[in-house]
């Protein structure tokens, strides 16, 4: 189906943005949370 390749882009595209800012986010969690390991 088109709409479902379509998802699939938009969805591959929030992770890689997601992947991107993964390491900003773990050392901001880190850093407000330093209990959680």
Known sequence: EF???IFYR???IKI???RRNTLKTFSISQ???P???
């Open 31 to 33: 850093q407000s949370y």
């Open 16 to 18: 890689r943005i997601a």
């Open 10 to 12: 938009f969805l591959r």
């Open 35 to 37: 209990y959680r390991k």
């Open 3 to 5: 709409k479902s390749i």
